[in-house]
């Protein structure tokens, strides 16, 4: 069964700071999806990638499949930007997805 | 607008009630999930559907109930036979398979007394 670890568990950042946050997995996978959950509960996808790197707008997701680990990069941080971020890996096709307990992010003005 | 619709957001019942969950979803998804989230613990899986009149049991099946009678509704029921139905629902649809990237409903917060 893979495992996912996500750190830090609580992350506090200054608005304009640049904000990291891990996840790393015990099996090889086929995919790993990067989501975040707002205070209302609310789930949106914000990435999905299986190598390399993506970018949408101030968020940066990376990939290291030798190491069994992601980054979630945001730029510029904003207050808007609070919310838990959840990694989540899929090992197959039709495997289901694990999740994380995902990582709540507050940034202060 | 395409997406999917969960309701009520919240939603009171009294123990030993069995009670039914909403989902549906306007994206032509093949597959659709319900999830529970409880304080501190990731996602969990309760059951999936990858095409109508078929499902498959998640991680945490026992005291829920499915049907996928039709390929945009997915309901489901918390049974009396739930030993902590107190939780976060998720509904969730994707194409094909769980791999592919999932889109996710607003939630129901069910809270039993």
């Known amino acids: 069964k893979n495992e996912v670890e996500q750190s830090p568990q609580n992350l506090t950042a200054q608005e304009g700071e640049f904000i990291t946050i891990n996840c790393s997995y015990s099996v090889g996978i086929s995919a790993l999806h990067w989501l975040q959950q707002h205070p209302g509960g609310g789930i949106v996808s914000l990435f999905m990638?299986?190598?390399g790197k993506k970018k949408h707008g101030r968020l940066i997701a990376t990939i290291n499949i030798q190491e069994k680990h992601s980054s979630l990069h945001i730029t510029a941080s904003h207050p808007r930007d609070s919310a838990v971020y959840i990694c989540a890996v899929s090992t197959g096709a039709n495997s289901k997805l694990t999740f994380g307990k995902g990582i709540t992010l507050s940034v202060r003005p | 607008d395409g997406g999917i619709t969960q309701s009520p957001k919240y939603l009171f019942r009294k123990e030993g009630q069995n009670v039914t969950l909403s989902c549906e979803q306007n994206?032509?998804?093949?597959?659709m999930y319900w999830y529970r989230q409880d304080p501190g613990q990731g996602l969990r899986l309760i059951y999936y559907s990858q095409i109508v009149n078929d499902f498959q049991k998640g991680d945490i099946a026992e005291g829920y109930s499915v049907s996928r009678e039709k390929k945009e509704s997915f309901p489901l029921t918390v049974t009396s036979a739930q030993k902590n139905p107190t939780a976060f629902y998720l509904c969730a649809s994707s194409r094909f398979t769980p791999s592919y990237e999932q889109y996710f409903g607003p939630g129901t917060r069910l809270t039993v007394t």
């Open positions: 994206l032509n998804h093949d597959a």
């Open positions: 990638l299986s190598s």
